[in-house]
């Protein structure tokens, strides 16, 4: 199972970006998807998480200016990002919970990560 996360780039203050990930290989279903970032120097932490059903949360810092989805007839997760400031960047890694055989066993997998630079 892989995760292949595309998206990032060069933004100003106020900008847009939209990012996506897909989950390829041996896939039986797909559980809760999401999305984290890492700025230099701090931890990893929780941007956005959406269900298999759809629900989603997300991290207060971002909550009204992020918005996370996910098709899953491609097995792909996006998390469109608006009103970007300095505070935004980071590199931002996608994350899922899968089952490769069925049942009730989940691994979590994560995508290579992808920069995203905020700056005028």
């Known amino acids: 199972v892989q995760l292949q996360a595309f998206g990032g780039g060069l933004v100003q203050p106020g900008g847009s970006l939209r990012l996506s990930c897909a989950a390829s290989?041996?896939?039986?279903?797909?559980?809760?998807m999401g999305w984290y970032r890492q700025a230099p120097g701090k931890q990893r932490e929780l941007v956005a998480i959406?269900?298999?059903?759809?629900?989603?949360n997300y991290a207060d810092s971002v909550n009204g200016r992020f918005a996370i989805s996910r098709d899953n007839a491609k097995n792909t997760v996006y998390l469109q990002m608006d009103s970007l400031n300095s505070e935004d960047t980071a590199v931002y890694y996608c994350?899922?919970?899968?089952?490769?055989?069925?049942?009730?066993?989940?691994?979590?997998?994560w995508g290579q990560g992808t920069q995203v630079t905020v700056s005028s």
């Open positions: 994350n899922a919970r899968i089952s490769k055989y069925g049942g009730s066993y989940f691994q979590t997998y």
């Open positions: 290989g041996s896939i039986f279903t797909i559980n809760a």
């Open positions: 959406i269900t298999s059903g759809g629900t989603t």
